[in-house]
């Protein structure tokens, strides 16, 4: 049986908010990148989304090795579908599952094929889990995504004329982070807001009794955006 590894992502600015997927399809000696593009939705919407896509544009009943930072679709995939299942796609509090349509499309699909979930840490150098981060986040901010389709030799090159990634400092670091912002966060009464600009967040705190904060990862805006929610 061919053997097909896939790396997957997903974004939302403001999470829910404009959105996007990527993918990569490793195939033997051909590379594909994919991604799209959704008007309002979440992060972990995105997350499903890109792991099923890429899986819907396989040939024929492969063993398909999955790499993807969410650990969302992981324990969902891997643990959480057989109680809904079970329980007919409802949680233990008699309501349905969150995201139903799309674990529901991502547990058909998937089933077609042979498998196998691999967690990989975010942000820490893995070279084609930060590239479908870049084609994630460059479609939720409705930029110009340039997508590969070739030989593994060729993607080499083509990688190299690709923006490095964002060097994010480590967990527990105590250097002060520098360089371009992923986004600004805000928070005025009880509501938290992602900003894409700093003049946008600034025109929502400027003179009120607001909070904000320049963050420099995906990771971060989420971490930030739980904490002020008080979730």
Request: a positive charge.
């Amino acid at each position: 049986m061919n053997k097909v590894t896939i790396y997957g992502d997903g974004s939302a600015i403001g999470n829910p908010g404009p959105g996007g997927w990527g993918a990569v399809i490793l195939d033997g000696d051909q590379v594909t990148e994919c991604g799209g593009f959704a008007e309002h939705t979440t992060n972990n919407r995105m997350e499903l989304t890109a792991t099923i896509e890429a899986l819907r544009k396989l040939k024929g009943k492969v063993t398909a090795v999955i790499k993807t930072d969410s650990k969302y679709v992981i324990n969902g995939i891997t643990k959480w579908v057989f109680g809904w299942e079970k329980n007919g796609w409802q949680t233990s509090q008699k309501a349905d599952v969150l995201n139903k349509d799309l674990w529901q499309e991502l547990v058909a699909v998937s089933r077609k094929h042979s498998v196998e979930w691999e967690h990989v840490r975010g942000h820490e150098g893995v070279a084609l889990n930060e590239r479908v981060d870049m084609i994630a986040n460059g479609y939720a901010r409705k930029e110009s995504v340039k997508l590969f389709s070739g030989s593994t030799s060729e993607y080499t090159e083509f990688l190299k004329t690709m923006p490095k990634a964002r060097v994010v400092s480590k967990s527990g670091s105590k250097s002060k982070k520098t360089g371009p912002a992923y986004s600004y966060v805000s928070l005025l009464d009880g509501k938290v807001l992602t900003h894409k600009t700093w003049a946008e967040c600034e025109k929502r705190v400027k003179g009120k009794n607001a909070k904000y904060k320049k963050v420099f990862s995906r990771e971060e805006e989420g971490e930030l955006h739980t904490l002020w929610s008080g979730t």
